[in-house]
């Protein structure tokens, strides 16, 4: 069972993978984006920190990671702070107010997060998008957590040869071809992440 402490952890892990990949993410964003990626969760992940460190100690997995969504939803400018957000509010809210959750219930949670978040941008995995490694890390997920981080790594790479239909990059067209999308790959490190604080 998982109990808030690991949703902290993993929220924390998060921001330091995010610090340490934040120039690659936003060298990412240059060619088909507005260089903008990295700096985007720099910021909402440190604010993320900042917030859950002045959440009361007794909120439950779930209210960790709706504050979590809130706050990238509030200090992310971009289109990836409504996403992530969404993905993290979502998640949470299907996590309940229990205390501790089975990794099958946040394993289902997790995939309500992902269709909110397809619902939301309107992209379907194929479109170029942080759908490319989320779709296919969270299917992952029923095999162990390894396996997401893997798989969510390997769609962030399928992303290269596709041509982007959702966000900036869609307007590139054919020029968004041969570009590893930052959105997918900062998917891969959010789930890769996981697999750290869940098989240290
Ligand atoms: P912005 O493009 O507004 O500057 P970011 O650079 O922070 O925002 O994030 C860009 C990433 O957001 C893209 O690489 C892509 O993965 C993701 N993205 C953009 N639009 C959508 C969408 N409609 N659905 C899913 N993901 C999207
Ligand atoms: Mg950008
Ligand atoms: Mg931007």
Redesign the pocket.
């Known amino acids: 069972m998982r109990d808030a402490d690991f949703f902290r952890h993993w929220m924390a892990a998060v921001a330091a993978s995010v610090e340490r990949e934040a120039d690659r993410l936003t060298e ?2 240059s060619p ?3 260089a ?2 990295g700096s ?2 720099l910021r909402g992940f440190t604010a993320v920190v900042a917030a859950l460190g002045a959440q009361p100690p007794t909120a439950a997995p779930g209210e960790v990671l709706q504050l979590a969504g809130r706050t990238l939803i509030s200090t ?6 409504p ?1 992530y957000g969404t993905l993290l509010r979502r998640t949470g809210k299907a996590l309940g107010e229990s205390d501790e959750v089975s990794d099958a219930e946040l394993r289902a949670a997790l995939a309500a997060g992902v269709d909110a ?2 619902q ?4 379907a995995p194929g ?6 490694a989320l779709e296919p890390g969270v299917a992952a997920l029923g095999t162990s957590y390894r396996a997401a981080r893997v798989a969510a790594e390997n769609g962030a790479l399928a992303t290269v040869p596709m041509r ?1 239909r ?5 307007y590139l067209g054919e020029r968004s071809i041969g570009h590893q ?7 891969a490190l959010l789930l890769g992440a996981l697999a750290d604080v869940a098989e240290p």
């Open positions: 990412l964003d088909i984006g507005d903008d990626h985007n969760l992310v400018g971009g289109a990836s702070g996403l978040v397809a939301l941008g309107g992209a479109d170029k998008t942080m759908l490319d982007a959702k966000g900036r990059a869609s999308d930052p959105g997918a790959t900062s998917s």
